[in-house]
């Protein structure tokens, strides 16, 4: 029952700002004289009333009326009769408010869909409108959030952007060609994705700061050990088993054994533990493996201390958080 009055007054809000912002002149009178007329008012109502109102409040068209009618009906269904004639004033002046404020925004849309619904259905104007309307709703939204990310107030120039357009479109010679445009995009959008990543790993770096001074500590004293070798990168290396084999390039597939660990000594990863060597190419793994395997010669056993830049950065890998510095015990058994 109280779906029912809620849904009935929900029509008639809409009904009352139609009115308001329309004015009863630029929609047309319900005229019901033959069946199509008929048939044609019932689509439309039934239309409305599958959603529409909802899908206009969702996107931000119209404000709802639904939260204040249904605390009015709570009080008024408590209410005794004096009481009740007054909360239904009140309400009916709220609501009244709200459909002013909605009035301009559903002038609008009812604009937009008269412009559009007596169109011929593959007129080119037709066509457009409804690819501007992609464009304005998904595109660009999309596109402007890729290139300068949610908080940005910065948006992409639409002037601009028909203007690349349209001289494409008439064969025009355009002020920059395609190749170097689609390459142009690419770009920027590189750019904006590699800043993006960028300013995340900066506010982890706050909120991971001890982590990181830990592991800094570590391998500050882990270079002054003896026979720890610290190269420009920052990988450091000390010799368990020189081999007397070659030495992989980056070309190379390689077969290893290797035991990792946290600086703290837990265990994240062994192939040692599983009894299976693994084979993968030299340039498929971290950049701290890469380096250190270029440099062994087969038959070697070392022990990588392999900073997190080297490592898997601001990733969270399970057992690996972010910005952890990582050791493995790595044997270089053979070159495949």
Not at 171 to 186: G, I, L, T
Request: proline share 3%; charged share 20%; glycine share 8%.
């Amino acid at each position: 029952m109280k779906k029912t009055m809620l849904s009935t007054l929900g029509a008639v809000a809409v009904f009352s700002v139609m009115m308001v912002s329309c004015g009863g002149a630029s929609t047309p009178k319900a005229s019901l004289k033959n069946a199509v007329d008929s048939v044609s008012y019932a689509y439309g109502v039934s239309m409305a009333e599958q959603g529409l109102m909802q899908f206009l409040e969702q996107n931000g068209v119209l404000t709802s009326t639904s939260s204040i009618e249904y605390d009015y009906q709570m009080r008024i269904s408590a209410a005794d009769s004096t009481e009740k004639l007054a909360l239904q004033k009140e309400m009916a002046a709220k609501i009244d408010s709200v459909n002013k404020l909605n009035a301009p925004q559903l002038n609008q849309f009812i604009k937009g869909l008269k412009d559009a619904i007596n169109l011929e259905e593959k007129s080119a104007y037709a066509q457009g409108l409804s690819i501007g309307a992609q464009f304005s709703q998904m595109m660009l939204p999309q596109v402007n959030s890729l290139l300068y990310g949610e908080e940005s107030g910065q948006k992409i120039n639409t002037a601009q952007l028909l203007s690349g357009l349209a001289a494409v479109l008439k064969s025009e010679q355009p002020a920059m060609s395609a190749m170097d445009a689609s390459a142009y995009f690419q770009q920027e959008v590189e750019k904006a994705q590699a800043a993006e990543v960028a300013r995340q790993e900066e506010k982890l770096k706050v909120e991971y700061a001890e982590s990181i001074a830990e592991g800094e500590a570590f391998m500050e004293e882990n270079s002054k050990r003896e026979g720890v070798v610290t190269l420009p990168s920052g990988l450091q290396y000390e010799v368990l088993k020189q081999g007397a084999g070659p030495v992989p390039t980056d070309a190379d597939r390689v077969k290893v054994h290797y035991h990792g660990t946290l600086i703290d000594e837990t265990v994240f990863d062994s192939s040692v533990e599983r009894g299976e060597p693994s084979t993968f190419g030299v340039t498929q793994v971290i950049a701290g493996w890469t380096e250190a395997l270029q440099l062994m010669p087969v038959g070697s056993k070392w022990r990588l201390y392999v900073p997190y830049d080297l490592a898997y950065g601001s990733q969270d890998r399970g057992a690996i958080k972010p910005f952890s510095n990582l050791i493995f015990e790595v044997e270089l058994l053979g070159i495949e």
